[in-house]
């Protein structure tokens, strides 16, 4: 763990980014006082692993705007 002063985490910001992707956490303090940990973000989960999780639960009966001109032309939806 590396701790610095403001000002010298603004000189050093590039520096510290490369440290803390490394995995590294960095302390930046204020008049001897911690007021801030630089550390690694958590990747996000893969979209595709939350799409479609109840897709399995519910019906699309495929023709829900038929009947609705206002709808279909809102999403752009040919008529026939």
Not at 46 to 69: M, T, V
């Amino acid at each position: 763990m590396t701790e610095v002063g403001v000002h010298e985490a603004k000189t050093r910001l590039s520096e510290l980014l490369r440290e803390v992707e490394a995995g590294g956490h960095v302390v930046v303090t204020r008049g001897g006082r911690a007021v801030a940990r630089l550390v690694p973000v958590r990747a996000p989960e893969p979209e595709s692993d939350r799409f479609g999780l109840l897709a399995a639960e519910f019906d699309d009966p495929g023709d829900w705007n038929d009947d609705d001109p206002e709808l279909a032309d809102l999403f752009g939806i040919p008529r026939s």
